[in-house]
């Protein structure tokens, strides 16, 4: 029996891993804290998250079809930034400005620079800032306080910096979620379970959350020793850490890069809390630093096998 050798060019690498997969598993993470901004927030944070899916996959649609592309919307990215996107807004922000994010996320942050794996900063991320900068006072004009079922802006970084009077809540209130602030980062164990099961499931390396939060929180000992709790668990820290700083698209490659961009996220993080006009530093550490990631893997690359420092040959 004659037997044939196929050849073909590289990468051999086989692996039953798909992007569609390792969305689902994102939305899996994510599922306890949807659950708990729908049963604390209500019926508007529901319709905060349809409207920013729904607008996040048609944008997607619509714009492949345009740009004549495969059409990629079964593979799920466009629905966690979507869910993502919705996670960053408060309760009583309107539906349409779910709508004009997840278009601008999509459209602008995503698919103009090429689509999934070619964007440089995160979607959802990009989309917030863009909000922040047009209808600020949507965003953080006021926030509802699941405890009095009443519309507070003083959320627990905000009286921490001095920016609103108030009682911090207990750390079991910060824990459970049961304090005021967009819809996805209040429920601090939530999103550290869906953490550790997307780290579990080999969905995402541990590296980043773990030197993120920590720099924080051995940054927030030093200048603010009192508060520490407050600092981790409060503010986006969380959702940032997980589900956000670990996209793949805009992080580092190697391990060593990761870590670059890990401690450089805490240090900004901390930067905007104490010393910017501004409560909370998440979102636009995570971005700037997605921004210096080109940079961070031209300068920290694995070396070559069989090329020694310098690129000069082993003469071994």
């Not at 794996?117 to 989309?127: E, R, S, T, V, Y």
């Not at 750390?171 to 979620?177: P, S």
């Not at 819809?183 to 579990?200: C, D, F, H, P, R």
């Not at 995570?286 to 040959?313: C, E, H, Q, S, W």
Request: proline content about 5%; hydrophobic content about 50%; charged content about 10%.
């Amino acid at each position: 029996m004659e037997i044939k050798l196929i050849g073909s060019s590289s990468p051999h690498i086989r692996s039953d891993e798909t992007t569609q997969k390792l969305m689902l598993d994102v939305i899996i993470a994510l599922t306890p804290a949807l659950a708990a901004s729908i049963y604390y927030f209500g019926f508007k944070a529901m319709v905060l998250v349809l409207a920013s899916v729904a607008s996040a996959v048609i944008t997607e649609y619509f714009c492949q079809k345009f740009m004549k592309r495969p059409i990629t919307v079964t593979d799920l990215s466009a629905v966690v930034t979507g869910i993502l996107l919705a996670f960053n807004l408060p309760a009583e922000a309107p539906w349409w400005i779910a709508v004009v994010g997840s278009a601008f996320a999509i459209g602008i942050v995503k698919q103009i620079f090429g689509g999934i794996g070619f964007n440089f900063l995160n979607p959802a991320l990009g989309a917030r800032a863009f909000l922040m900068a047009s209808w600020p006072h949507h965003l953080s004009g006021g926030f509802i306080d699941p405890a009095i079922d009443a519309v507070s802006s003083a959320t627990p970084l905000s009286i921490l910096k001095g920016a609103a009077s108030g009682q911090l809540p207990s750390l079991w209130d910060m824990l459970i979620g049961n304090i005021p602030g967009v819809i996805g980062e209040t429920s601090a164990i939530l999103l550290l379970a869906g953490g550790i099961y997307l780290i579990y499931t080999g969905t995402i390396k541990w590296i980043i959350p773990v030197f993120y939060i920590g720099t924080v929180a051995a940054i927030a000992l030093v200048f603010d020793g009192g508060n520490l709790a407050y600092h981790i668990l409060g503010g986006g820290l969380m959702l940032g850490a997980f589900f956000m700083a670990t996209d793949y698209a805009t992080s580092p490659v190697t391990d060593k890069g990761k870590v670059i961009f890990a401690v450089g996220a805490g240090i900004l993080t901390m930067f905007i809390r104490k010393l910017g006009g501004y409560p909370e530093g998440v979102s636009y550490s995570i971005l700037l630093m997605n921004i210096l990631t080109p940079m961070i893997d031209k300068y920290v690359r694995p070396r070559v096998f069989g090329v020694a420092t310098g690129g000069k040959k082993n003469e071994k």
